[in-house]
């Protein structure tokens, strides 16, 4: 039954030449879709799961709010407090932190302001809704609760 | 002058090329986080003005689906205590979708339907009287964990664009990343989701037992 051995041997080495190429391409895929985290986190960041999820179009119409206890609690405590951009703000300083943003936004965008709320799981509703309610004050009415993918069962 | 050290080979050795790419890219993957700007989305309620009494809304109590949430993350659904959120998008489909006295008009929705979605019709007089009617209001504590809340909007949220999907025969899944960018995609969001408005009311919490 030597059928099987018919064949002659060929030399079998897998060219590598065009192994740089293959992993810079690789590396150029991820330094562009690399995003360098731009700030600081001040406060801690476990976003709750859903499913529901939607995606925003527009990224530049999108500010972000983070919500959480302080990273740093000797110095700030343990309740939750609000980031915006690099430093913490209170309650109060909503209204005029949307309208920086808004400022930064063209006149015919203003009104599609979308805050995308990164709030830790831990936190109550009694800060979200005071969020909510200085969010409506300012008028920037359209909410994001930013969370990530849970797999159904 | 210059010229005196005899030409040695000038190649630059590219043999270690590909280590150098590996430790960029190694990095890269490392730093890299892909911006996750997925969420659920929800639009506010206009600002009230104080001059102006909030408006006095009469509305049949069997039009309104009514979630509670405690500060202890308990639940009570109808005024009846519910252990998790699983079966709550499929009691809020039901409470959407009763059609229970539909107008002329609604009665026009309701034989448009797929035969699946009609199926979910119990016509039950002590449900909502049809789509445009139903509101689901969720009202939870100052001590409610975030967490909560949302799960309990993720379902309600659920089965909205359940019915929306089925009406148009895509999945869910499918009918959420519609963008409405292209008339086509356009076109389908607005069959889905014609005359039964996503009525999902969130009430201020309240202060008492947090």
Do not use: C
Not at chain 1, 106 to 130: C, F, H, L, N
């Amino acid at each position: 039954m030597g059928k099987f051995k018919k064949k002659t041997k060929a030399e079998i080495s897998i060219p590598t030449s065009a192994l740089p190429d293959i992993i810079f391409m690789l590396l150029f895929f991820f330094m562009v879709t690399t995003v360098l985290r731009e700030q600081d986190l001040l406060v801690e960041q476990k976003l709750p799961q859903a499913t529901q999820l939607q995606k925003l179009e527009k990224k530049s119409l999108i500010s972000y709010l983070f919500v959480g206890k302080p990273k740093n609690v000797s110095l700030y405590g343990s309740e939750p407090r609000i980031q915006a951009n690099d430093v913490l703000i209170n309650t109060k300083d909503i209204v005029l932190w949307v309208n920086q943003e808004k400022d930064k936004l063209g006149e015919a965008e203003r009104d599609q302001i979308t805050i995308s709320m990164k709030a830790d799981r831990e936190v109550k509703m009694g800060p979200i809704s005071d969020i909510q309610f200085e969010l409506r004050e300012a008028d920037a009415r359209k909410l994001m609760y930013a969370s990530t993918g849970k797999v159904e069962n | 002058m210059a010229r005196k050290k005899s030409r040695m080979s000038t190649e630059v050795s590219t043999g270690s090329m590909a280590d150098i790419a590996f430790l960029l890219l190694i990095f890269f993957l490392v730093t890299t986080t892909i911006a996750s700007d997925k969420g659920i989305l929800n639009i506010l309620p206009p600002k009230q003005d104080p001059n102006v009494p909030p408006p006095d809304i009469k509305k049949n109590e069997r039009n309104i689906f009514n979630i509670l949430v405690n500060a202890n993350d308990q639940l009570l659904v109808e005024g009846e205590y519910l252990d998790n959120t699983e079966s709550l998008s499929d009691d809020v489909k039901a409470f959407i979708l009763n059609f229970g006295i539909p107008d002329s008009e609604y009665a026009e929705l309701y034989n448009g339907l797929p035969a699946t979605l009609k199926a979910k019709s119990n016509k039950d007089p002590s449900s909502s009287d049809h789509p445009g009617e139903a509101v689901v209001s969720i009202k939870t504590n100052r001590g409610t964990s975030y967490e909560r809340y949302l799960e309990v909007l993720d379902q309600v949220k659920r089965a909205y664009f359940e019915i929306y999907a089925e009406r148009v025969g895509i999945t869910a899944d499918q009918y959420r990343a519609l963008t409405g960018k292209s008339a086509s995609e356009k076109d389908l969001q607005d069959r889905g989701k014609e005359g039964i408005p996503m009525a999902i009311s969130i009430a201020e919490p309240d202060k008492i037992g947090s």
